[in-house]
């Protein structure tokens, strides 16, 4: 579970893993370190070095392996710790994908959540995902959301779509930015409104109005 590493080169391994330490920002019990290349009179030492995997994270790992095993779920666990966003990234591979996703991702987002309370630590975030649903679920929220931007254009009228949780409203806010003639709101009841912005509607509104006036006109005239 070796995350982000940095080389470094210096005349000793001390003072290569001294340079690293102070790009990571941190202390030796911190890190991890590996000799690359030995050095001599002609070259330096090259050494790689790396943050230790926080011990909660470790621990929520083997947990979540024990709660699969528990369930009879054969399943294969690929893990990072992201230091930059300080987030556990989790991917599980398993012929029961199915399952552990549920219905709509609920048993997916039960278990990112039972994850989150293994590792009981404000400052570390989890992203669980399983054969990639969480990517293929984004995509098709992408697509959906360019069909009704599209249609809020074409039809002149908005559109409010089923009830979301936080995360899709805003994969669909994201996915209708690129049309700055629409605007995207959220109902009482989680429900995402796209709908053009009100200048639009009042120019839309105009020229409808204008064009009745005018057909009016000729009206009378010819009576």
Excluded: C
Aim: no cysteine; aromatic share 4%; net charge negative.
């Amino acid at each position: 579970m070796q995350s982000y590493s940095i080389e470094k080169e210096g005349e000793t391994v001390d003072e290569a893993v001294q340079l690293a330490l102070e790009e990571f920002e941190t202390d030796i019990d911190s890190v991890e370190y590996e000799v690359l290349e030995e050095g001599d009179a002609e070259s330096p030492t090259l050494v790689r070095t790396w943050r230790k995997t926080p011990a909660e994270v470790e621990d929520a790992r083997q947990a979540l392996s024990q709660t699969l095993k528990s369930l009879e779920l054969d399943a294969e666990i690929d893990s990072v710790f992201n230091w930059e966003t300080e987030t556990l990234e989790v991917n599980i591979k398993s012929e029961d994908a199915g399952i552990l996703i549920g219905r709509q991702g609920q048993t997916l987002d039960a278990l990112q959540y039972l994850l989150q309370l293994m590792i009981n630590s404000k400052d570390i975030n989890v992203v669980l995902d399983i054969a990639d649903y969480r990517e293929r679920h984004r995509a098709h929220l992408v697509q959906v959301a360019d069909g009704i931007a599209e249609r809020v254009l074409r039809q002149r009228r908005r559109i409010t779509l089923k009830p979301m949780d936080a995360r899709d409203r805003k994969i669909v806010h994201e996915a209708v930015k690129p049309f700055p003639e629409l605007s995207v709101g959220v109902e009482p009841n989680r429900r995402v409104v796209v709908s053009l912005r009100r200048a639009d509607y009042n120019n839309h509104d105009r020229h409808s109005r204008g064009g009745r006036h005018r057909q009016g006109g000729r009206g009378r005239y010819r009576n």
